[in-house]
């Protein structure tokens, strides 16, 4: 597998872990899953993301996910390892195992505890001496990790360091983030934007000068779709394409249930065996998953008056 470059666009799916329902991880639905993906369109996947339930894996399981996943994969779209993790030792650790089985990159969070823009900057520095010349992806997500990263911020840890080849802009909307980073000047060398918070702001952050998405939903071929279209200047088509999906992403959004719609949905579409997670996890209520039941059949009608 060719590694993660500045080049990076279209939609790297986060991916989710199946489970059985006794907390096992279900591997064949792990390859169930990537025929999916691939199948609607997906130019890369993203695993051990905050969505994948990374920190209720072990190292050892983390590692049988991503060799399983890079195996169904057969090299034919990069995939993004997330290795976020408290310390170095660990980082360093899953980095060194995921690039030996074929991963394309990595994708480091910042940790809570910063609270100034050098320590940031310093961090980053250092992640970049642990990887070395692996290529990494910056996520800058503050509603989890609490770090607020300025668009100067960002462009100096670019502009420093040639591995950081991506940013995972996860910002709530952060719109004008995109359009700072995208101005004239800013940045001294080529960065790939993929925007996440579940595809919730597409269309605008495509306009803003997004190179596509990294995040998930459970029908990511609206994703595809959507910034296949804005890269193409069909703008109306893709915004009519995002609104038919919007009501069940916004309901995919409210948080600690996000991840359980998800697992349900994709479940219910037979992409994955089950919609277990391993605990802790939230699980929906009946009345939940008749809300999503309705959302669904609300869609599926749109698209077809659509189409």
Known sequence: ????TAEA??????????????????????????????????????????????????VEESQEVVARILERVDGRVPVVVGVSAPGFAQIDTLTRAVMELGAAGVMVAPPGSLCTDDQIVNYY?????????????????????????????IARIVNELPTCVCLKHEDWPGL?????????????????????????????????????????????EMMVQVVDLCSRGELTRAQDIFD????????????????????????????IAHDAQRRPGAALSEAARAEVDRLISRQEKRLKELN
């Open 125 to 153: 520095r250092q992640v970049a001496e642990v990887l070395g010349d692996v290529p990494f992806v910056l996520q800058d997500f503050p509603l989890v990790t609490g770090v607020q990263i300025a668009p100067k911020v």
């Open 176 to 220: 004008e983030k995109i359009s700072a980073l995208r101005a004239e000047g800013m940045l001294e060398r080529p960065l790939s934007i993929l925007c996440g918070n579940g595809g919730l702001f597409l269309p605008e952050e495509m306009g803003r000068g997004a190179d596509g998405a990294m995040t998930g939903f459970a029908y990511p």
């Open 244 to 271: 038919a999906y919007l009501p069940l992403a916004r309901f995919e959004q409210q948080p600690g249930l996000g991840l359980a719609i998800r697992k349900y949905t994709l479940a219910k579409r037979g992409i």
């Open 9 to 58: 666009k279209g939609v790297f799916v986060i991916a989710v872990t199946p489970f059985h329902p006794d907390g096992r991880i279900d591997m064949e639905s792990c390859d169930r899953m990537v025929d999916f993906y691939l199948d609607v369109g997906a130019t890369g996947l993203t695993v051990l993301g905050m969505m994948g339930e990374a920190p209720k894996l072990t």
């Open 1 to 4: 597998m060719s590694a993660l």
